[in-house]
């Protein structure tokens, strides 16, 4: 039957909501420098100053054209002293910028309100999403693929080799195509467990029968809830979220013939509205 189908290959994959002065140097003396003597400005031309009279036996010196005497030599028995260091002021500490605090860690809900809140903002929140999917099937099989959702409306199942599916979601309808047989079966996109991932608001406790919320320690959010608009009767789903990653890890449909199908989420990339 289709319904059989469709329940065996779409309840699990298409519930979607199961992704930073040098101290100084010591001080040393130096020779005075000569410094060039200036030209006289015109309008006040400088008076020579007479040059001391040199010491029987000592040559003559070139007159200092300096206009103020020089500093005595220091004396060499003098010891050597540092100067100290600038003190820093406090203006310049307060310049100085904090080092970056932490990011801090996402917060565990501490009740089912506030767990079930942090899936809901988490869903309607998204604006893309792209992740690496593991399915497993009730009966042993496993498929890989990858998942695509554009919001509101747009999804897309790509599984690997050798399964030949793919579930392509237009926001109206839900296409499931195999590839190899060349066939399409095409279902409401109301009638699938993908409304969820795909619909531009999400109210769990609206939309559906919340039946449970449990919170680990962890972070681990389980949200688990039954909805009877999907195809063939009632499915039962439970989400799984890490609300300290803040990310959609896996979730669990049970389709009204109780064939249960878990889809687990890797290396989810979510750029949000």
């Known amino acids: 039957m289709k319904t059989l189908r469709f329940a065996s290959f779409v309840s699990a994959p298409l519930l979607a909501l199961a992704a930073t002065l040098a101290a100084a140097q010591p001080l040393q003396i130096h ?7 200036r030209p006289a400005s015109p309008a006040q031309p400088a008076a020579p100053r007479p040059a001391p009279a040199p010491a029987p036996g000592v040559a003559p010196q070139a007159s200092l054209p300096a206009s103020h005497p020089l500093p005595p030599r220091r004396p060499a028995d003098l010891p050597t002293e540092r100067a100290p260091a600038p003190a820093t002021s406090g203006s310049d500490t307060a310049a100085r910028p904090a080092p970056a605090a932490p990011a801090p860690a996402a917060t565990v809900p501490t009740s089912p309100q506030a767990a079930l ?18 399915q497993y099937s009730g009966d042993g099989r496993q498929a890989t693929g990858s998942l695509y959702v554009k919001r509101p409306g747009q999804l897309r199942f790509q599984y690997n080799p050798p399964s030949t599916l793919e579930i392509v979601a237009d926001g109206r309808s839900v296409a499931i195509r ?19 991932l795909v619909q531009d608001r999400v109210d769990l406790a609206r939309d559906v029968k919340v039946l449970d919320v449990r919170t680990a320690p962890s972070g681990m959010v389980e949200v688990e809830f039954e909805d009877s608009s999907t195809l063939g009767g009632t ?37 949000p509205r």
């Open 178 to 196: 195999d590839k190899k047989l060349r066939t399409q079966d095409v279902y409401s996109i109301g009638q699938t467990p993908l409304k969820f």
């Open 235 to 271: 499915s039962k789903v439970t989400i799984i979220f890490d609300a300290k990653g803040n990310v959609l890890k896996q979730w669990i449909v049970v389709d009204p013939q109780g064939y249960e199908t878990s889809v687990a989420l890797q290396d989810v990339n979510v750029v």
């Open 117 to 134: 809140a942090r899936v809901n903002a988490y869903l309607n929140g998204i604006d893309t999403l792209t992740a690496n999917f593991l």
């Open 31 to 37: 020779p005075p420098v000569v410094q060039p003597a």
